[in-house]
């Protein structure tokens, strides 16, 4: 009898645990058994293990061989735990050196031919070993410089498992195979910031767009074809300030697991954008798939801005399914094999048109929509979504010959000014910006003067504001204060605020 010992990680969403593989060699009738919970690709590890020692030039050990991945109640998924099991049963069966593998993380998928694949999640599992207290990592090739990321981490990649026994002092010629790159689910978004200054008039849009970068506000936008919505939302990133270094791992961590992370650059310094196709699935947008749950364009926003183009257009379970994250900042994604949890804190920009027809400029004369059309078009923003959007505006047509408005870096030095602003006043808190602070904690600090809350109740009394739309509304009226550098709101940054929320409804 032989034991043989390594570790692995498993993830559950973005959190790791360190796995214990054990190999047990018995003399007894030849088998292969993996007990510990596992999926079924971490089930066909067997085979692969077997034709990868085989293809190295190791003797497979002719006995009865019983693999452990313990905690065996936490579920394992996926290929990545490959490399441990091989090395724990060629250590079981002494054709390496048990003690020096033993206390080393081993995370790679296996070839047919011994060469090693990199994964997914990588960055996060490293992660989550040095904080166990493991730092010792043997990665792929392809994932070498994503987990040297990792503060503390003692990283050495290898292109094969003949390259990993031979560490450990395996008897065996070792080949130099070509290194398999990393496959990725998509391209890396791309990281060029595009400027505010291509953005003809609009100049109430544009506020609107400041004021949201400012206090990390949700927005919709109303207004034809033509008038610069997508635009004006995929310039919002380029005002928004660089990620912070806890952000940045996290952000990262997110799109090693979604499989969009380049590791050439480095960690993720610029807030993401997502902007999902309105066919897109429940799945595609909040994360899902079969057995663990991965991330969805929701997730892989984290930090940045999410933008859904033609809103009414995506399905209602799509729009639905976005009010969790927009409240509590995170995803909750339950399965059959456990419960995911990804971070899910984005800025949401919506843009619409007026009509499906998209022409009911002023009066419109004309649109060719009836009266039920456009209600059911509408009807797709449902209520508790709408009082979840800080800002709603309406854009006109701009003229072709409008003066082009201030360049992106001007607004972002002002943005950057005023979160510094809402920076000081939170110290010491969980939250960073004016959008997560809670309405009855910036209320309290309104001072003694009841009239400024006269116009928040008068509109509450009509009905044109909810409780949670008045707190969101003191959550603008703090944006706009740190924007004009006063220690606190006025009556006037009250009322512009009620304003940029009902669009001049009802204020």
Request: charged content about 20%; proline content about 7%.
């Amino acid at each position: 009898m032989a034991l043989g010992r390594t570790l692995a990680v498993a993830l559950v969403g973005l959190t790791g645990h360190v796995v214990e593989v054990e190999a047990h060699l018995a003399a007894s009738l030849p088998a292969f058994t993996l007990v510990g919970l596992p999926d079924a690709s971490l089930s066909e590890a067997r085979d692969r293990v077997r034709a990868a020692v085989t293809s190295t030039g190791l003797a497979w050990p002719n006995r009865r061989i019983t693999v452990n991945l313990s905690p065996a109640t936490l579920p394992k998924t996926g290929s990545s735990f490959d490399l441990a099991v091989a090395v724990a049963t060629l250590a079981g069966a002494e054709l390496l050196d048990g003690a020096r593998a033993a206390g080393v993380v081993h995370i790679g998928e296996l070839g047919l031919d011994g060469r090693l694949r990199p994964v997914r999640g990588v960055l996060p599992a490293v992660a989550a070993a040095v904080a166990a207290g493991h730092p010792r990592v043997v990665v792929p090739h392809g994932n070498a410089a994503e987990a040297a990321l990792v503060p503390g981490a003692l990283v050495a990649g290898a292109a094969s498992l003949g390259e990993v026994a031979a560490r450990y002092g395996a008897d065996l010629d070792v080949p130099v195979p070509e290194p398999v790159p990393l496959d990725r689910a998509q391209p890396a978004a791309a990281q060029h910031v595009l400027d505010l200054a291509d953005v003809v008039g609009q100049e109430e849009a544009r506020e609107c767009l400041e004021v949201a970068a400012a206090g990390g506000h949700h927005v919709l936008m109303v207004g034809p074809p033509g008038t610069g919505k997508t635009m004006l939302a995929a310039r919002l990133p380029g005002l928004l300030p660089d990620l912070a270094e806890v952000d940045a791992v996290e952000v990262t961590a997110v799109h090693s697991v979604a499989g969009t992370f380049e590791p050439g650059g480095g960690l993720l310094r610029r807030p993401p954008f997502e902007d999902p196709h309105h066919t897109a699935t429940p799945a595609s947008v909040v994360g899902g798939g079969s057995g663990m749950p991965r991330p969805g364009a929701a997730s892989r926003a984290h930090r940045g801005v999410l933008f859904l183009d033609e809103a009414p257009e995506f399905s209602t379970a799509v729009l639905q399914t976005l009010r969790q994250p927009l409240e509590h900042g995170e995803l909750v994604l339950h399965r059959a094999l456990g419960t995911a949890r990804y971070p899910a804190r984005f800025q949401l920009v919506l843009a619409a048109n007026p009509c499906p027809c998209g022409r009911a400029v002023g009066k419109g004369l004309d649109c060719t929509c009836r009266s039920e059309q456009r209600r059911r078009y509408f009807g797709k923003l449902s209520g508790p979504l709408l009082d979840r959007v800080d800002l709603q505006v309406e854009l006109r047509p701009a003229r072709s010959g409008g003066a082009a408005g201030e360049p992106t870096a001007v607004v972002a030095r002002r943005v950057a000014a005023a979160r510094s602003s809402a920076a000081e006043r939170l110290a010491g808190t969980p939250w960073r910006t004016s959008a997560e602070a809670p309405g009855g904690w910036l209320r309290e600090r309104l001072g003694a003067d009841a009239a400024l809350l006269g116009e928040l109740d008068r509109a509450l009394d009509r009905g044109t504001l909810s409780l949670r739309g008045a707190d969101r509304v003191i959550r603008v009226a703090w944006t706009l204060a740190d924007l004009d550098g006063r220690a606190a709101p006025t009556r006037a940054d009250l009322g512009r605020a009620l304003l940029l929320r009902t669009r001049g409804h009802g204020a």
